[in-house]
């Protein structure tokens, strides 16, 4: 079997989808013979980690279509780190220009018969068609897509949040179905893979029988190779890791903790940063934590798991979380995960692992995580038993390792297994 894995987004360097896309594909490279087509703007990323152009991937140039599309993003979306919506519609628009440049420079050797299958990892939207999906079906080659996640919806109660973050494209999210391709990528794929509960249930019950659920994030042993160092005593220490931004909640966790913070039985670090960050400063001063809540700024991927292991638990509230990465990276390095129940995070944590935390408004977040921070503080020992629980869970589960076997299962015609899958 040689199968082609195209990765759009797919670098090494950098976290969130590219560092998905990577992980994954070279992965899957591991266990089967495959050749991956990425972006050329990943193509110097790649190089630096050995591989060798034209033999274990190319680098495609759609860059004058994606330069452009990049400007427009950056116009429409409002600001950094918002408009996320519209971020994904504008490249899901210019990712017709990759695929474009793919079947021309792969036509002859997809239709010579050269490779089993193709498998499209990134991009990780579900609303992103696929002009390749019938023009593989016509060749007689199988066309797998994803792990897809993303469309959660906006929960009840939090519609400040969502003005704040200015995804005011996300009330039209539905015209994604009128995309050219859209109804003929899902006919010709031969299996979809779903990251999360709420992006299967998009897919119409038409291609359900298509549907399998992996989750898209995973973790590298040697990348988070350390393990929580401390035993939970007064005070707590919990971190919250990730951008400083209204859908996340930073603010709710600050507010929950306020009590236990003042009394000296909880400390919060905040690693990140973003447009709330002096917000969340103003209120940490208005409550009088300042000697309780520590803001260490941005910090690299590589050395957040030194913040995670002196730690006690992460917490993260956040309402519109799609994958939740830095859960698994958290458990990977024993943290228990108190998290809000919607969403990616909430759909990774086991029993035993965490706490997930339920809500139908924001006051009812900010109540039942305090509630959450309570019995943690007055039964700490239970961090040390789920500390162990939560790492043994990850290593067993949610490697890039484990996830590749899973899916080349698929490949072969078998099923995929384990928590990840549910």
């Known amino acids: 079997m040689k199968v082609l894995l195209i990765?759009?987004?797919?670098?090494?360097?950098?976290?969130?989808?590219?560092?998905?896309?990577?992980?994954?594909?070279?992965?899957?490279?591991?266990?089967?013979?495959?050749?991956?087509?990425?972006?050329?703007?990943?193509?110097?990323?790649?190089?630096?980690?050995?591989?060798?152009?034209g033999e274990q991937f190319t680098a495609i140039d759609s860059e004058y279509v994606a330069a452009r599309a990049?400007?427009?993003?950056?116009?429409?979306?409002?600001?950094?780190?918002?408009?996320?919506?519209?971020?994904?519609?504008?490249?899901?628009?210019?990712?017709?220009?990759?695929?474009h440049e793919l079947w021309k420079l792969f036509r002859h050797r997809i239709q010579s018969g050269e490779f089993s299958l193709v498998h499209r990892i990134t991009p990780l939207s579900?609303?992103?068609?696929?002009?390749?999906?019938?023009?593989?079906?016509?060749?007689?080659?199988?066309?797998?897509?994803?792990?897809?996640n993303g469309g959660l919806p906006w929960p009840s109660g939090f519609e400040d949040r969502r003005r704040a973050e200015g995804d005011w494209l996300s009330y039209l999210r539905f015209v994604y179905r009128l995309l050219p391709g859209r109804t003929s990528t899902l006919k010709h794929t031969s299996k979809i893979i779903a990251g999360s509960g709420a992006t299967a249930a998009q897919i119409p019950k038409r291609y359900q029988s298509k549907v399998v659920r992996i989750a898209e994030n995973g973790i590298d042993p040697q990348r988070f190779s350390k393990t929580r160092v401390r035993s939970a005593s007064i005070p707590l220490i919990g971190v919250f890791v990730g951008r400083l931004v209204p859908y996340k909640c930073p603010d709710v966790l600050i507010r929950s903790a306020a009590d236990l913070v003042r009394r000296g039985r909880l400390k919060l670090v905040f690693v990140g940063d973003g447009p709330m960050r002096e917000e969340l400063d103003e209120i940490a001063l208005s409550l009088e934590l300042a000697d309780g809540v520590q803001f260490v700024g941005w910090m690299e991927h590589s050395l957040v798991q030194d913040i995670l292991v002196e730690s006690d638990f992460l917490a993260l509230p956040s309402i519109r979380e799609f994958g939740g990465g830095v859960v698994l990276e958290a458990m990977a390095c024993g943290?228990?995960?108190?998290?809000?129940?919607?969403?990616?995070?909430?759909?990774?944590?086991?029993?035993?692992?965490?706490?997930?935390v339920d809500f139908n408004d924001a006051q009812s977040l900010e109540e039942n995580l305090k509630n959450a921070l309570v019995f943690l503080t007055e039964n700490p020992t239970i961090l040390d038993s789920m500390s162990?629980?939560?790492?043994?869970?990850?290593?067993?589960?949610?490697?890039?390792?484990a996830k590749a076997r899973d899916i080349v299962a698929l490949y072969s015609g078998g099923s995929a297994s384990g928590p990840a899958q549910r």
């Not at 002009?131 to 066309?143: D, E, M, N, W, Y």
């Not at 809000?340 to 759909?347: I, K, L, M, R, S």
């Not at 629980?389 to 390792?401: E, G, K, N």
């Open 335 to 356: 943290l228990p995960v108190v998290v809000a129940n919607y969403g990616g995070p909430a759909e990774l944590v086991e029993p035993g692992t965490g706490i997930k």
């Open 126 to 148: 579900p609303t992103t068609p696929s002009i390749l999906a019938k023009r593989l079906s016509r060749c007689g080659v199988p066309f797998f897509l994803g792990p897809l």
């Open 70 to 99: 990049n400007k427009v993003a950056s116009f429409l979306r409002g600001g950094d780190g918002k408009g996320w919506t519209t971020v994904t519609a504008i490249q899901s628009l210019a990712y017709y220009a990759f695929e």
């Open 7 to 53: 990765a759009e987004q797919a670098n090494p360097e950098w976290v969130s989808v590219p560092l998905i896309g990577w992980s994954l594909s070279r992965a899957i490279s591991r266990v089967v013979d495959a050749h991956i087509v990425t972006q050329m703007r990943n193509r110097d990323a790649f190089l630096r980690q050995g591989m060798i152009e």
């Open 388 to 401: 162990i629980q939560a790492r043994d869970h990850i290593l067993a589960h949610f490697t890039w390792a």
